[in-house]
């Protein structure tokens, strides 16, 4: 969603802040805009792109000054609009903002600041915030903020400065990303780490309300006492080509192919010669024993990576699984008892549902574990256990490695609990290892279908629509396909529990539609089998995605895709990557903005 860029120091402020701003671009955003400082402030905002942005900024002669602030918007209050775009100024000039979040209470706050003589040119709830701020403001930034967020309702990452302030600028966050970046010549702010990287990999991670007061030289945190707090330094050792492309034409293409790579440090460390050791939860047998039923809650493909995790581990352990919508599950009164197990995907750490849901839980007294990819993003934090997936940073807005990852993480954490629960021999946990060790190799062996799957898009490119057919697990995976092929390709694409076809969906089968099949689990292979047969006596074009080695699925599909043998639980982790593939290739037919398919982001901070 929205993202922020923030700088002091001795350099020039506008190039840092374009150039942070581009790297946040993959969160998605409809307008931009930054303030410079220099004797007074300047702001140059637009609505469309940073390219836009950067253009206007060039006219101007470039806005020189070494502190600013800049600002990626996804309009919520308010069409995409220059008016609309941030940062947002009070209506004497004095004070520019930048925010993302919501602000709930922005009505009743607009209506006391109209009481108090102000007038307002934007629609959006953020200009209250730069309104309210200098409302308050008596010279003291710190105070001023500290008023400012005593009064808002919502969630909240905030850039500030003032004019009468040329070496300060303050920020503070709440149920919204926002870190600190600590320079040598200078500091900053930024939604994430990939924004900053360039510039330093030392950083302070903000709680929610820790206020910040940065310097050209100097970072002081403070709570909302205004008593100092004493951070830590959070170094980060990526390397800078991790959140660049790496000679690919796009992030996703790089990130499918980092996926051997990503789940290499993913399960390698967790796979000992004993068998699983998860590093960060603290669950003794007892505990396993003890937990009654586990829900699993996410969005989007972190919800479709929970969907086989359910059924990996019912199988594995027969703890009853169920699985939420983070959206659905933070208003529907969950019924958790005690005992249960909540456990929270999420690929940034960041989604406002999730990061609710887990609140949710919380509240109602039940233990969360988190399987988190961005390390002290807030729900890492929050939650009482994480396991991350150590995929590295995510930039394109379809998730690939992160998806993949967290697909490993569920059989991880299958294994443990099935081993320590004793439903599984130290012989049969040591199979199921190896197996899980194979994985990222199996995924490189796929990853060389690359041509295949581009050849192929170039037959299916235009299709209308596309069934995704699968039984099990294949149906879990399926899911994850379709919404690959439907988010970057915009073909319309469903997936579809192959027993169901018969209820409904084999009336939209015409000549020449696509069916992808998932056919890997050996136990219902017949039974999809059959399915196929229906849909190919209808017209259907059939690319079926089997098991290496099973030639009867040749004689009734168009085209067979094999993935290597493995384990029945584990096969999601190899269907997706050709669809990975098809997808992405399909989608570059159709001239697609790969990385940032239209209206989506990468990050969801609002709900
Ligand atoms: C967005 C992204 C998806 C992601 C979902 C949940 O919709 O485009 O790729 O799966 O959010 O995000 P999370 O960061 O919580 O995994």
Known sequence: MCGIVGYIGCEQAAPILLEGLKRLEYRGYDSAGISIYQETIQTIKTKGRLADLEEKVNQLGGAMGNMGIGHTRWATHGVPSDINSHPHLSQNGRISLVHNGIIENYMELKKFLIEQGRTFVSDTDSEIAAQLFDYYYQGDMVDALIHMIEKIRGSYAFGIMCRDKPDELVAVRKDSPLLVGIGADGNFIGSDIPALLEYTRDYYLLEDNEIVLLKKNEVTVYNLEKNIIKKEIFHVDWDISSAEKGGYDYFMMKEIMEQP??????????????????????????????????????????????????????????????????????????????????????????????????????????????????????????????????????????????????????????????????????????????????????????????????????????????????????????????????????????????????????????????????????????????????????????????IEGNKDIETVADEVVYIPETENIFTASYNIIPMQLLSYYIAVERGCDVDKPRNLAKSVTVE
């Not at 998860?278 to 969005?299: M, P, Q, S, W, Y």
């Not at 004793?422 to 990222?440: N, T």
């Not at 099990?472 to 319309?492: N, P, Q, T």
């Open 261 to 546: 790579e990503a789940l290499r440090k993913t399960l390698f460390p967790r796979i000992t010669e004993d068998g699983i050791q998860l590093d960060g939860v603290h669950f003794t047998k007892e505990d396993i024993d003890a937990i009654g039923r586990i829900h699993i809650v996410a969005c989007g493909s972190a919800w479709h990576a929970s969907v086989v995790g359910k059924y990996v581990i019912e199988e594995l352990t027969r703890i009853p699984v169920e699985v939420d919508l983070a959206s659905e599950f933070r208003y529907r009164n969950p019924i958790l008892n005690k005992g249960d197990l909540c456990v929270i995907v999420s690929q940034s750490g960041e989604t406002a549902d999730t990061l609710a849901a887990l609140r949710e839980a919380k509240r109602q007294g039940i233990r969360v574990l988190a399987i988190v990819n961005v390390v002290g993003s807030s729900i890492a934090r929050e939650a009482d256990d994480v396991i991350y997936t150590w995929a590295g940073p995510e930039i394109a807005v379809a998730t690939t490695k992160g998806y993949t990852t967290q697909l490993a993480v569920m059989y991880l954490i299958g294994l443990y609990f099935s081993y320590e629960k004793g439903r599984i021999s130290k012989e049969q946990l040591l199979q199921y290892c190896k197996a899980l060790h194979e994985i990222p190799q199996g995924t490189e062996k796929l990853l060389v279908l690359d041509e295949r799957m581009s050849q192929l898009a170039k037959v299916y490119a235009h299709s209308k629509d596309v069934f995704i057919l699968g039984r099990g697990i294949d149906y879990a995976a399926a899911m994850e396909s379709s919404l690959k092929l439907k988010e970057i390709s915009y073909i319309h694409s469903e997936a579809y529990a192959a027993g169901e076809l018969k209820h409904g969906t084999i009336s939209l089968i015409e000549d020449g539609t696509l069916v992808i099949a998932v056919a890997t689990q050996s136990h219902l292979f017949e039974k999809l089998l059959s399915n196929i047969k229906e849909v190919k006596a209808r017209g259907a074009k059939v690319i079926a995605i089997a």
